[in-house]
């Protein structure tokens, strides 16, 4: 069994569109999470949601918003899409076992190419 | 903003070679991640330190993380072809890490049959 899941793989659009992006995980997680990596590899934490309490890096643009129908799923949608927003996105959970480490298990992402 | 500095940024070697990445940071981090990832697939965690100078062991792979908590290195001995990848150190910050992690960018490593 997968983990952590994301649908779609790729996801191809145009400019102006809104799109979403789903994630389920299965490890009985408390946390999970969006990354974002660019075209260079470099891994960016777009949003944490832990019970309820959504973190935002302050980066992100109020374009994308997280959305948790409960605790084993994240979806991301993104309004307006950019072309800046191509890239590959990754969800990703963890587990607090008292330690504060939050080891990350991540989903196999999601390319998104704006055209 | 906690950064991590990756180093070297690419790396190829040939097979039964050592080598050695480095993760460098001015800030402390409560304890750093090792992740490696394949071409098309989401990064994969190979262990954790937490305190400074640990020195962890997975096989041919020797993590080590500095005194004061702000740097770590990953050393493989007699690479192979199969350690192709790109590793990335990721810290925990002050914050712990329910508000994610803070990444550095990645080594890309490639070992030549």
């Known amino acids: 069994d997968t983990a952590v899941s994301q649908t779609p793989k790729y996801l191809v659009t145009q400019m102006g569109n809104d799109k979403s992006i789903k994630c389920e995980q299965n490890l009985g997680h408390d946390t999970m999470y969006w990354y974002k990596q660019d075209s260079k590899k470099f891994l960016k934490i777009m949003f944490s949601y832990n019970n309820k309490e959504l973190i935002i890096n302050e980066t992100v643009p109020n374009r994308f918003s997280p959305k948790s129908p409960d605790k084993a799923h994240l979806n991301l949608h993104i309004n307006s899409l950019e072309l800046g927003d191509s890239a590959v996105y990754f969800c990703?959970?963890?587990?607090?076992?008292?330690?504060?480490?939050?080891?990350?298990?991540f989903g196999p992402g999601t390319r998104l190419t704006v055209t | 903003t906690q950064l991590l500095e990756q180093s070297p940024q690419f790396l190829s070697i040939q097979e039964g070679e050592n080598l050695t990445v480095y993760c460098n940071s001015s800030?402390?981090?409560?304890?750093l991640q090792w992740y490696r990832q394949e071409p098309g697939e989401g990064p994969v965690l190979l262990v954790t330190?937490?305190?400074?100078?640990e020195v962890k062991k997975l096989k041919r792979l020797t993590f080590q993380f500095g005194d004061a908590r702000k740097d770590s290195s990953l050393h493989i001995t007699a690479a192979q072809t199969g350690d192709t990848g790109l590793y990335l150190c990721a810290g925990v910050g002050p914050g712990g890490g329910a508000d994610g992690l803070t990444f550095g960018k990645g080594t890309h490593l490639i070992i030549q049959p």
């Open positions: 330190v937490v305190t400074g100078g």
């Open positions: 990703a959970s963890s587990q607090d076992t008292g330690t504060g480490v939050y080891e990350q298990y």
């Open positions: 800030s402390v981090f409560s304890s």
